[in-house]
């Protein structure tokens, strides 16, 4: 399994941005797809986005598309998800996720490939 904790969470206006990191342990994230998902308050968790093993290819929520860019170095085993433009719709507890993608579906690999969460709060 892979550990993966997640960091850069916080409380950041409307408009404003915010960049998460996940560092990962364990084993090279280099063997996996890699996610980002996040869970508003009374709400499911939801896919935000997912990069291919090598980033040649992300699929973006479209909420989120021309705001969140992800970003991934297999090299220091970290996935970086910056988000700008930030609304209050997007206050959120955000996972981070390693899995795999075919096409553009995610495959979730359970809790042992999940992070514990990073809170980001957007006020209006």
């Known amino acids: 399994q892979v550990q993966l904790v997640e960091s850069g969470g916080g409380l950041v206006q409307a408009g404003g941005s915010l960049t998460l990191s996940c560092a990962a342990s364990?084993?090279?994230?280099?063997?996996?797809?890699m996610g980002w998902f996040r869970q508003p308050p009374e709400k499911e968790r939801e896919f935000v986005v997912g990069i291919s093993w090598n980033g040649s290819n992300t699929y973006y929520k479209d909420s989120v598309k021309g705001r969140f860019t992800v970003s991934r170095d297999n090299v220091k085993n970290t996935v970086t998800l910056q988000m700008n433009s930030l609304k209050p719709e997007d206050t959120a507890i955000y996972y981070c996720?390693?899995?795999?993608?075919?096409?553009?579906?995610?495959?979730?690999?359970?809790?042992?490939?999940r992070g514990q969460g990073t809170q980001v709060t957007v006020s209006s």
């Open positions: 364990g084993r090279t994230i280099s063997n996996y797809a």
């Open positions: 996720s390693a899995g795999i993608l075919y096409g553009r579906s995610w495959y979730d690999l359970g809790d042992d490939y």
